[in-house]
């Protein structure tokens, strides 16, 4: 096994009308046993960015825990918020550093640019990146998700239409995979805030 | 930096709590060609005196202002050699930032990392002070305004490390007579084109000599262009602006 699928993961971002959604399971394996349903894999870094991080729980971990310092660094520096874009890039930095040891995560980065266009960004675990417009997915059942997404996605959906069309796409992805689901939850961001929504699915 | 030999500041304090190579640095500063910077409403203008040892100097091969990143540019008043030491320094940490972060790296940060260095370079093991004074001009993007505006910065950074944010500026010989001067001219609402008339007044004030388009240099960016880029004037722009003002 991949240590890519030792813990399992599946989630989503999709671009709608000045609006982004990221969706993410809550499982977390131990290879086929499940340890816990309330796995954070979705981070916000500021008001209008979010990262998701799929693959290696310990990765998952130490990359968002160094991700927020780097953050953090940046904003007392600079006396500015990192857009999106800026951030996309340094975490593809921070992975390629580490190319012939590397971190076990594939990230997504889903954001608002400063005039609140949707910005979205998915990258390998070396820091490969690609800027697609529509949808990302990640983790251990990406073909499932892609096949959803594709189905699914429509350009310029508002907030609450692409709540609904990210929810399902994501719910109907991780059932054909044992790795992910046991729980979901999807944040929709727009300019005047960010909607946390928890789903309810199947737990198996 | 300092060998294992010297793992001693030569930097040190004196009974009156004055670092004394500091106030040393400033004077071969203060001995320096004039420069000059002029922050506008919609750009920066800096200008230097070049004038040379000799009328066989080569002027073109010799480069006072030189560019830093794509939206900012130097000049200095001090020790030539130093000042290029500063240049290639924050050249490289400019690029660093830029593969980092895949975007310019901001005047602000900019400055902090060359007054880093030059204070780096007042507390460490067998080096001296830089004995320059650097005047760095450019444009920041405004990341509030989501048209893209940019802001214009004038910063001068001492051989200290101590940094200030200016609105014009001299510093370099006759840089008491030069700032005055700029003091009575300079306007809130200053544009670009005024601006590099006030710098080329100014400089011609402490001017030995019959000041042209060959013994001076003049850098500006502009926020009105598309891609605010950090350019020297030609010696013929330089002209049209010096035609212009007699």
């Known amino acids: 096994m991949s240590i890519l699928e030792y813990n399992g993961a599946a989630m989503i971002a999709m671009a709608g009308d000045e609006c982004i959604a990221i969706a993410a399971d809550r499982r977390l394996g131990v290879q086929y046993q499940t340890v816990s349903c309330e796995f954070q894999k979705l981070f916000q870094i500021n008001d209008k960015t979010f990262v998701g991080l799929a693959g290696l729980a310990t990765d998952v971990q130490t990359v968002a825990q160094t991700l927020k310092f780097r953050n953090d660094l940046y904003e007392l520096r600079e006396d500015r918020k990192m857009t999106p874009k800026v951030f996309s890039s340094q975490l593809s930095a921070l992975l390629y550093e580490k190319r012939f040891g590397p971190f076990f995560v594939e990230p997504i980065v889903a954001g608002l640019d400063a005039s609140n266009k949707p910005y979205l960004s998915g990258m390998d675990l070396i820091g490969a990146p690609c800027f697609p417009d529509d949808y990302v997915v990640s983790g251990t059942c990406t073909a499932n998700l892609h096949g959803m997404c594709e189905t699914l996605y429509r350009p310029g959906l508002g907030p609450d239409e692409l709540f609904e069309t990210i929810s399902q796409a994501l719910l109907a992805g991780v059932d054909r995979d044992a790795l992910s689901g046991w729980g979901a939850i999807v944040h929709v961001i727009t300019k005047d805030g960010v909607t946390t929504r928890e789903l309810k699915g199947r737990m198996d | 930096m300092g060998d294992s030999a010297y793992s001693f500041s030569l930097t040190t304090f004196s009974r009156t709590g004055k670092l004394l190579q500091i106030e040393y640095a400033l004077n071969a500063v203060a001995n320096g060609r004039t420069s000059l910077g002029i922050a506008a409403t919609n750009g920066v203008v800096i200008a230097t005196d070049k004038k040379l040892a ?25 020790l030539g050699p130093d000042y290029r030491v500063l240049v290639r320094k924050s050249r490289k940490d400019a690029q660093k930032y830029g593969r980092l972060y895949g975007e310019e790296q901001p005047v602000t940060q900019l400055t902090k990392y060359a007054a880093s260095v030059m204070q780096e370079y007042t507390q460490s093991g067998g080096v001296r002070p830089f004995g320059v004074s650097l005047l760095i001009a450019g444009v920041d993007v405004d990341e509030e305004n989501a048209d893209k505006k940019y802001t214009p910065r004038l910063y001068q950074v001492d051989p200290s490390g101590a940094y200030f944010g200016w609105k014009a500026t001299a510093i370099g010989r006759n840089y008491v007579h030069a700032k005055n001067f700029l003091e009575k001219r300079y306007q809130e609402d200053m544009e670009l084109e005024d601006a590099v008339h006030t710098a080329l007044l100014t400089l011609r004030e402490g001017f030995e000599g019959e000041m042209t388009c060959n013994n001076i240099e003049v850098g500006i960016v502009c926020t009105d262009d598309d891609e605010p880029s950090f350019k020297l004037l030609s010696p013929e722009q330089i002209q049209d602006y010096l035609d212009e003002a007699n």
């Open chain 2, 54 to 78: 000799s009328a066989l100097v080569d002027t073109k091969e010799v480069s006072k202002i030189e560019g830093i990143t794509q939206q900012s540019g130097f000049v200095y008043s001090g």
